[in-house]
Structure formats: C-alpha cells, structure tokens
C-alpha cells in the first residue's frame, strides 16, 4: 500500500535536495514537498553571504513539490513572520496525506502545518538539529520548557540529525521509542571521486603552494563563524609550519578579516563567494576545513569536505563535533576562541603528511553513514512505527 508524505520546508535548500530525491524513489512512498518561501537573490545576500545570487545546482528536480501561498507583509526565511502560510490546512485536508515532516518549527508557516496535523488527527513528525549547547539566556530556556515540552511530546515522531540534537528531543519529552536519526547528509560530488587535476586548478587559481597545508574556511563571513579567529591561527601557525589559509566566502566581516590578515602578515587567500557548483575547486585544492564557528547548530560544510576525505578543526560549539570528529582520528575539536589551540592542530597536520592520509581515509569511512539513503531509512523507519502504533 503506497503511504503518501507531506515534508513541509520553509524554502529551498541545496543541501536537502538529494535527499528529497531519494525519498521520493522510495517504493510505496508518494512523497510532496510543500515550500513557504523561493529566496531571491538579494534576500540571499542580506541572509550573509554578502553577494546576490542564485544556486547554480538544480533544487527542484527529481521530487514533486509546490510553493505555497505566504501572505507575509515582509517573506523571509529569516524571521519568524516572514514564512505565513494559513493555506497549508487545506492543502494537507486534500492532499490526505498519511504522515507530515516539519523541517522545524522556527516559522508561523511550521506552526501552522504541526497545528492543522493536530485538528485533522494526521500523524506529524518534526526533524530539527537544535541543540542544548547554544549560550542562550537562562530566562530563554526557561521560558522554554514548559511549551516546548507540551509541543514535543505530542509529535508523533522526532527526527534528529545527531547526537546533540536527540539529547534536546529527549530533553523536553521526546519518546525514546519514537525517535528516529535523521542525519544531516551532503550528496558527494562526482568531481570527488577524482580530484587530482581539480586540486592542481585550485591551487594555481588562488596561488598556494602546493607543498603548503591549505586550510579552508568555507561559509559566511559573519561574527558567529568567526573567520577572525581564524585569521589569528593561520598567522600563529604559519610562523612554524607551512600552513595557508583559504577563505571561501563573503560577507559583512569580509574587509575586516581581509584587513586583519594584512596587518598580521598571515597567509590567507580570499577566493570570495563561490556557488555550489564552483565549490569542488575549494575542497579539492584544501587539505583540513577550519569550522570555529560559535553558534553552529549542525555545519554541513563539515559533510561536504568530508566527503573529499578532508580532516575537520571545529570549535567545541560546532554541532556535528560529536558524530563527525572523532578526535586524531577524522579530525579535531578545539575551545572557542582559543585560536592558538587551532594553531597547534594545523602545524601538527602540515608537519606529519603520512598522519593526515590516514585520516582522510578515516573521514571517508565515518562519513559513509550520513548519506541521503541513511536519512531516507530514520524517516521510513519513523512511519513504521506511526503505522504500527509502536
């Protein structure tokens, strides 16, 4: 009997594509996404990555899909009001759908999916990878607690993407029995498979040397990713260790962490923003990705390089740490804003080349288990037991 699945997504994201493909391969699976927002080109480069423009990979082929009708004043994926979606009841009434997947629940639109499943009696399921790490106000959590206690335990399914974020499901009442893993995945590149001539490209592009460690910054350049800090330690490295830094991104911090690398003589080149398409150059020409990032909730640039078997530094706030980094192993996981720590890393990476092979091997195997597959089996496996009343 074919099961039919809503996904409700508050606009499209090139990293869920895959994975919507994947699930709508599925036997016996009818699956539809439903959208609340396209972000233009301009909302693309006020959200922080400093240029407008639109993905250069394809977001919508391959699964069914619509966009539904957001009557917002101001639509934005960024604000809790810009996504507001009253239509969504009746487009899952008709659609009589067998179970609905929230991607959240930090827009109206989110909140008015969970609440038309709650007077219809649809079987709903949440997937976050919200974290009990976060250095939130302790009135905030404990404003919290009560509704987030009463809104969680009555989903009929949780999806985390990892470890922290099962810790917060179960923290505010989430059913063991009824939470699945879900994990964060990132499709791997066909270029990945052979990067030799796309590494020699990249290191020309952006003149490193080619006997150099190059340590990637790939994201934002935004006060949380903290790019500064980064600045600091390929400089504190470079004075030992034949260490340069690539920096793949833009954004409002862009001339400060340009200035920063000037007055500190640090070896870091800027190749700006580059699309999806344009990354593999990135991953292809580094040898480790720097993640020191402050308040990150999962990092899937940390999937993308360790699907190019790139080693990973993260911050201890990084929220794929726990499953991704294991530590000398795939990678290391640093104190916040102790960029001398980091530092200390990278010499140790670019100083022992037979070390960092066998950890590139290592961060293939570890991440072969966060694929789109594995995240289309936690969901099957989440409407199994909705249908079996486990």
């Known amino acids: 009997m074919t099961q039919r699945l809503a996904i409700v997504a508050s ?27 396209y972000a233009s080109g301009r909302e693309q480069a006020q959200a922080g990555f400093g240029v407008e423009f639109d993905w250069d990979i394809p977001l919508l082929d391959g699964y069914a899909h619509r966009f539904l009708t957001n009557v917002a004043s101001q639509p934005s994926v960024n604000t809790f009001k810009g996504i507001d979606t009253p239509g969504i009841g009746q487009v899952l009434r008709q659609g009589r759908f067998d179970a609905v997947l929230a991607l959240g629940w930090h827009t109206r639109g989110y909140w008015q999916a969970i609440q038309a499943c709650w007077r219809e009696g649809t079987a709903v399921m949440a997937r976050s990878d919200s974290h009990l790490h976060d250095a939130r106000p302790l009135l905030t959590r404990l404003a919290k607690e009560l509704p987030y206690r009463y809104f969680i335990s009555r989903l009929d399914a949780c999806l985390p993407v990892g470890s ?24 791997l590149h066909p270029e990945a498979e052979r990067p030799a001539a796309l590494r020699l490209a990249g290191r020309q592009t952006w003149d490193l040397p080619q006997d150099a460690l190059v340590c990637l910054l790939a994201g934002k350049l935004i006060p949380r990713k903290c790019p500064l800090d980064f600045v600091r330690a390929i400089a504190h490295a470079s004075r030992s260790a034949a260490v340069v830094g690539l920096v793949a991104g833009d954004g409002p911090l862009r001339e400060e962490t340009s200035r920063l690398a000037q007055d500190l003589n640090a070896p870091v080149r ?8 344009e990354m593999c150059r990135a991953y292809a020409a580094a040898d480790v990705l720097v993640l020191p990032s402050s308040q990150e909730t999962w990092g899937l640039v940390a999937n993308e390089a360790m699907a190019w078997g790139l080693p990973c530094v993260v911050s201890e706030l990084v929220g794929c740490g726990p499953d991704l980094v294991e530590e ?63």
Not at 12 to 37: C, I, K
Not at 270 to 277: E, I, P, R, T
Request: glycine letters at 8%; one cysteine or more.
């Open 11 to 37: 606009h499209p994201v090139q990293y869920q594509a895959p994975w919507f493909r994947n699930l709508a391969a599925q036997p016996g699976l009818d699956v539809e996404v439903l959208f609340g927002h």
């Open 164 to 187: 922290w974020s099962r810790d917060y499901f179960l923290h505010y009442g989430a059913r063991p029995e009824r939470t699945f893993l879900v994990p964060h995945c990132a499709a």
């Open 270 to 277: 800027f190749a700006g923003f580059l699309n999806q398409g």
């Open 328 to 390: 000398g192993v795939t990678g290391f996981t640093v104190p916040l804003h102790d960029f001398e720590t980091l530092a200390g890393r990278l010499a140790l990476l670019a100083d022992d080349p037979t070390a960092r092979r066998a950890m590139s091997e290592q961060v293939r195997q570890r991440i072969a288990h966060f694929t789109p597959q594995a995240a289309t089996d936690g969901v099957l496996q989440a409407m199994a037991a909705i249908r079996e009343g486990a």
